[in-house]
């Protein structure tokens, strides 16, 4: 492979955490709620991950727990703030910390270690090889990837076509534009964010997986490093839409390839690990300036009619 194809292969390795989280906070946009639990739930999906393949030697098993621990917090995180009316902001920090502590405290409990724990005996997830893609030039570096991030692909068009061509999708969408008005027409307003929460924690815990299993076969403190923020902005910058989701993850996904592909220069380490993050905050500077320009542009045109 060139230098060019190697990068964009570590780009399809590192992009499935952040699509898949950003998938979930997609759908806790839709609703109309922030969903800042993402990192927590990536967390936990991460270590449980990790427990499970250790335990039971299977891949799958390891998959499975972290998928299901990140539903039962994307339900926890929807029981406080749908049943008790918490502050979502408030709940997500919350998540964020109790996943952290969790994960520390059973590392020191379960495992006897501090920092990291890895062992011959935890299986990673299968690489996927498409042998017609192997010998075509550019393409090929979509063979030999972590079955996740096949997933990953699949499932952002699953749920670009679950939003916009079902009538549950519409129903999503009307509940998280006007919530009264999709109960008075008889929708469930309350299923569906229950539905649409839980469902973020799913994805997010899959994306954990990968973290642990796909990338690496070992878990660490703290492995998730801010990546439930990264897509939160991932989504922001994809206007809320699966696509632009997509694209997003896989422009941040491409800054932590190229900070790995940078380490081997004589930069300082702790320089290149900002990447990601310098670009998260210029992303939303974006965002934002773009979002005011066209606030004072509409406030312009009333003013003239």
Known sequence: MTQLELLLSATFRMFPPIILAGLGGLLSFRIGMLNIALE?????GA????????????????????????????????????????NNIVTGVAVNILSLGLTTYFLRVLFGVRGA???????GLPLIRIPILDHIPVLRVLSGQSVLVYVAIGLTFAVHYFLYHTPAGLR???VGKHPMAA???????????????????????????????????MFTENMTNGRGFIALAATIFGQNTPIGTFAGSLIF??????TLRLQTINLPPHLLQMVPYVLT?????????????????????????
């Not at 996904?253 to 190229?258: K, S, V």
């Open 183 to 217: 109960a008075t027409a008889g929708v469930d307003v309350e299923r569906l964010k229950y539905f649409c929460l839980v469902s973020s924690g799913l994805l997010s815990g899959m994306g954990g997986a990968h973290l642990s299993l796909g990338q690496l076969t």
């Open 47 to 86: 270590f449980f991950a990790v427990v499970v393949s250790y335990l039971t030697g299977s891949a799958w098993f390891g998959l499975l727990a972290a998928t299901l621990l990140g539903g039962a917090l994307g339900f926890l995180f929807a029981l406080f703030n749908l049943r008790f009316n918490a």
């Open 253 to 258: 996904g491409f800054a932590d390839a190229l």
């Open 117 to 123: 724990f890895s062992s011959p005996r935890i299986v």
């Open 172 to 174: 999503v969408r009307a």
């Open 281 to 305: 905050l210029l992303v939303l500077l974006a965002v934002a300036l773009k979002s005011r320009t066209r606030a004072v542009k509409a406030s312009a045109k009333a003013s003239k009619e």
């Open 40 to 44: 927590g739930m990536m967390l936990l």
